[in-house]
């Protein structure tokens, strides 16, 4: 969490903390705000240049599991 709070304090947009023992992905950003998902089929929050990139485009906590091959 330390890394992640360091980042946001300089310049990153967003940070991602994922729990695999719990499934549980924490999204943090600048102004310190935090929020869990739990839910696999939920849409995650993403950074504003990737909706700018593709307003369609859409990840769940399940597609970053299923990443890891878990």
Avoid at 26 to 47: A, H, Q
């Amino acid at each position: 969490m330390e890394k992640i709070l360091h980042c946001l304090d300089h310049g990153t947009v967003m940070g991602w903390m994922l729990d695999l023992e719990h499934e549980t992905l924490f999204v943090s950003v600048p102004d310190g705000r935090m929020r869990s998902f739990k839910t696999l089929d939920e849409p995650l929050p993403l950074p504003e240049f990737m909706k700018n990139l593709n307003p369609e485009f859409l990840v769940t906590l399940g597609d970053v599991l299923s990443w890891l091959h878990l």
